[in-house]
């Protein structure tokens, strides 16, 4: 079929692009760089979409697969039980210190009988979106264990939030670029509300306590306009990903908000795939502020990308309502609690703790933001910088003074994305638009794989300093920067447009739903997401 003719016609493989896709081929890996055919050594900046936590072709987890295989690489959860899959559980709970306890694996919609001496988990999946539902479908279990009339079947979650790209994911979550297409089948019983992104939804003169009172606030009359006897659970990521761009929490937020929750009797649920299992800086982002969820989901760097698996952990309040009620959750998977799948992250958890990992996580990820912040502060089209551990985001804007998004027609983080793949830049970035108000805004991830060095961090910054100062060479160069005024503002510069301009206000600069469902779901994700807008050149 010509798999291997990456310039040729359309082959068989399909992942996004109906015709060739425009990706690079890979032919092998070391620890940060991914080799490509022809030749190219890139700079793995980004691990995947932050996957990679112990980097590539690491040998003692390469061994722990073949082990796994060696043993077993298949057995159905209603059946059987593994050894990687028990250890796996312990291993994550423990790194709760106690917070989230006891065991709970699902298999075939059965719970396996609760062992006071096991720690607490969860059940294994594939995907982050797989574990966001399996929360969802325990929180509303909770409720009927405890009340088999319960009216609680809401949820409510944050503007500007990704939690997966499922039916019931897609709903839960806001990433207006991703999610509009299919906004006709969605579940309704789903709202959202403000979410703590000082950047841009502190108020002038606002100081940091009385915004998170406000957010608070924000959380009760949500709950009391749908009733609070409908919700089953608020769930966050604490550090928001790929759809805002790395926002912490503020200090006292989660604390403020996990208050409304338990007032209301509404479970709280964190979902870190993204942000979790050391990326911040501690083992889960939670701790910082000590503010255990009732059920936290985890994935991505769970498994460092040596195989695919997702995780939920959960506290004692909802495994006992199981308990007392009908003793299983109703959920299960053909391939949860895959051994092959636990082998590979349970090494990976075992090398960082071993490793002292999360304590580098945390001094390599003050230099970057150190780094960073020396080299775009000034800069006239770096909005913020922000983040926290190995995960940073950089945000353009047209003006810094206003806050202003570029049109989306200027297609500044696929720029950067594309030019940063290129012979010369050598750097994969995690490009993402939507964050200023959904639909306009441009940024950038940086997340980098748990072992690097001072000397990588440095080389980081160095090779995005020159893919920015390229992209924006190429935007000045093209002239796209004339006419800027009578672009993004009304009458005279500095009376911008609201940055909460609807989908239809979008529509001007290539940013509303019609544009997405041509611009394509590339227009908010990752590393070779190339795919032309209107109007707008894109490099090769």
């Not at 985890?298 to 199981?322: D, W």
Request: proline share 6%; charged share 20%; glycine share 10%.
């Amino acid at each position: 079929m010509g798999s291997l003719d990456v310039d040729g016609p359309p082959t068989g493989y399909f992942y996004r692009h109906t015709d060739n896709e425009p990706y690079a081929l890979v032919k092998s890996c070391s620890p940060l760089y991914v080799e490509t055919v022809n030749g190219q050594r890139i700079l793995d900046a980004t691990g995947g979409a932050a996957v990679s936590a112990v980097g590539h072709r690491n040998t003692r987890v390469k061994k722990a697969i073949n082990s796994q295989l060696d043993e077993v690489e298949y057995c159905h959860p209603s059946f059987f039980k593994t050894t990687a899959a028990l250890q796996l559980a312990d291993l994550l709970v423990k790194s709760t210190d106690g917070a989230l306890t006891r065991a709970c694996f699902t298999a075939s919609g059965k719970l396996r009988k609760l062992k006071p001496h096991f720690s607490e988990l969860q059940a294994n999946n594939i995907s982050g979106s797989e574990a966001v539902e399996m929360a969802m479908k325990l929180a509303r279990q909770y409720f009927l264990e405890i009340d088999p009339n319960t009216r609680r079947h809401r949820f409510i979650a944050r503007e500007g939030s990704w939690h997966g790209c499922t039916i019931g994911t897609l709903a839960v979550g806001d990433f207006k670029v991703r999610k509009a297409p299919y906004i006709p089948f969605l579940p309704d019983n789903v709202s959202h509300i403000l979410p703590c992104h000082t950047y841009r939804g502190l108020k002038k003169n606002e100081s940091h306590e009385a915004y998170v009172a406000r957010l608070a606030q924000n959380l009760e009359d949500e709950f009391y306009r749908v009733g609070p006897e409908t919700v089953c659970a608020f769930i966050i990521e604490p550090i928001v990903g790929t759809a805002l761009g790395c926002v912490p929490p503020l200090p006292g937020y989660l604390v403020a908000m996990k208050a409304v929750c338990d007032r209301h009797g509404a479970l709280f649920i964190y979902d870190e795939i993204m942000c979790g299992l050391g990326r911040s800086g501690a083992r889960h982002a939670w701790q910082a502020e000590g503010t255990p969820p009732d059920i936290e989901i985890i994935g991505k760097t769970l498994g460092s990308g040596y195989a695919p698996i997702s995780a939920i952990l959960i506290n004692e309040k909802v495994i006992e309502a199981l308990r007392r009620g009908s003793g299983c959750f109703t959920h299960g998977q053909t391939f949860q609690n895959l051994p092959v799948s636990c082998a590979a992250a349970l090494e990976v958890q075992r090398i960082i703790q071993e490793d002292d990992l999360v304590t580098n996580v945390a001094r390599m990820g003050a230099l970057l933001s150190s780094l960073l912040h020396a080299r775009f502060d000034a800069h006239p089209y770096v909005g913020d910088i922000r983040g926290r551990g190995l995960f940073w985001c950089s945000e353009f804007v047209a003006d810094r003074a206003t806050k202003t998004p570029f049109p989306a027609s200027f297609n500044i983080a696929k720029r950067m994305a594309n030019r940063g793949l290129e012979p010369g830049y050598d750097i994969s970035l995690f490009a993402a638009n939507g964050s200023a108000d959904g639909w306009l805004g441009d940024h950038f991830l940086l997340c980098p794989p748990y072992i690097v060095s001072e000397g990588d961090v440095e080389e980081i910054v160095n090779r995005v300093v020159k893919v920015v100062e390229s992209v924006f060479e190429d935007v000045r160069r093209e002239g796209l920067m004339k006419g800027m005024v009578d672009c993004l503002f009304e009458g005279e510069k500095g009376e911008a447009l609201p940055n909460g301009a609807g989908p239809d206000d979008a529509l001007t600069s290539g940013g509303g739903p019609d544009d997405k469902l041509t611009n394509g779901i590339d227009e908010i994700s990752g590393p070779g997401a190339i795919e032309r807008s209107e109007g707008a050149p894109i490099a090769a």
